[in-house]
């Protein structure tokens, strides 16, 4: 008998431990089809509302933002590098790259749930920002990742050029600061129980276990 979870994934696609931590929970689901039956709906996070239009140098954004060094900067990255890699996910980050607001990106991630295509969308938007090194912002770069996701790119381009889920994305940034997520990802299951941070897919599937147990005992 399987134990049907309500996942709610609060992330934003610039983030890199979301990318990690989504490829992470994938692979535990797959490990866990004959016990969990998963409903997974994404929820919006900015890393940085306040970004200008065409971004920052992400080397000298993250090092101003944590009071590091470039050098640590540079071996955290390698580190995150890695971890994407053993969960299949492709980050070519380098000194070049660059910090973007991603607002856009997460009204589109609200349509495609619409749509049905969420979890779709996400990934390649995951994809755009970190493999490719796109503007998550950029309006052509949007609706071409729509498209990869298997959306329609011409009504992607109609939802970008409005105000369209605007709102959307505003109320349920603060209703999830409100509930207390300031980290992302943030992983909540079945509204109670809370997953925080990039795991592995062995710590997902041993936490998922859990709650699905109790779950099924009560």
């Not at 994404?42 to 239009?53: D, T, V």
């Not at 933002?65 to 053993?86: H, L, M, P, T, W």
């Not at 605007?166 to 997953?195: D, K, N």
Request: hydrophobic share 40%.
């Amino acid at each position: 008998m399987t134990q049907k979870l309500k996942i709610d994934f609060v992330s934003d696609v610039a983030c890199p431990w979301c990318a990690i931590g989504l490829g992470g929970l994938e692979a535990a689901l797959g490990n866990l089809e004959s016990v969990i039956e998963a409903e997974i709906t994404f929820h919006p996070f900015e890393l940085n509302p306040g970004m200008a239009p065409r971004g920052e140098n992400a080397l000298e954004h993250i090092a101003s933002k944590y009071g590091i060094s470039f050098d640590q900067v540079r071996e955290n990255r390698a580190r995150i590098r890695d971890r994407a890699a053993e969960v299949g996910f492709t980050m070519n980050t380098s000194d070049a790259s660059r910090a973007y607001n991603t607002f856009d990106a997460h009204r589109l991630i609200a349509w495609a749930g619409e749509k049905g295509r969420q979890l779709a969308m996400k990934q390649q938007l995951f994809a755009l920002f970190f493999t490719h090194q796109l503007d998550p912002g950029d309006p052509d770069a949007l609706a071409a990742a729509a498209e990869a996701a298997g959306l329609d790119a011409s009504d992607a381009r109609e939802v970008l050029a409005s105000d369209q889920y605007a709102e959307q994305v505003r109320s349920e940034e603060t209703l999830w600061r409100e509930r207390g997520v300031s980290s992302v990802p943030a992983v909540v299951i079945g509204g109670r129980y809370l997953i925080s941070g990039g795991q592995p897919p062995e710590e997902y599937e041993r936490q998922l276990r859990g709650i699905a147990a109790k779950l099924l005992n009560e």
